[in-house]
């Protein structure tokens, strides 16, 4: 073999080890991706059809389109302090 070809070759080595790299980390995240997205929609459905099963109405229904929903919870928020029982380590 002459030189020049082996030169070649390694370097076609080398760049199919890092596209091979890029490929593997590609898929990856892609994976992860899907399966992330997957979760997510069947803690959904879970959520949806528990809530259909136990008859809880969403907060769009409460107020106008759901509006007062966004004023009672900052005002719960608010409204709710710390409790310490005055018998309780403060430290």
């Known amino acids: 073999m002459n030189m020049r070809f082996m030169i070649i070759n390694n370097l076609n080595n080398l760049?199919?080890?890092?596209?091979?790299?890029?490929?593997?980390?590609?898929?990856?995240?892609?994976?992860?991706?899907?399966?992330?997205?997957?979760?997510?929609?069947?803690?959904?459905?879970?959520?949806?059809?528990?809530?259909?099963?136990?008859r809880r109405v969403g907060p769009q229904f409460v107020g106008y389109k759901g509006r007062l929903q966004y004023i009672a919870d900052a005002l719960k928020l608010f409204i709710k302090g710390a409790l310490i029982p005055s018998e309780a380590n403060k430290f």
Do not use: P, S
């Not at 590609?26 to 528990?50: G, S």
């Open 15 to 54: 760049y199919l080890g890092i596209l091979g790299y890029i490929l593997i980390l590609l898929n990856n995240v892609i994976l992860m991706l899907v399966l992330t997205i997957i979760v997510a929609a069947l803690t959904l459905i879970e959520r949806k059809f528990l809530a259909l099963v136990q």
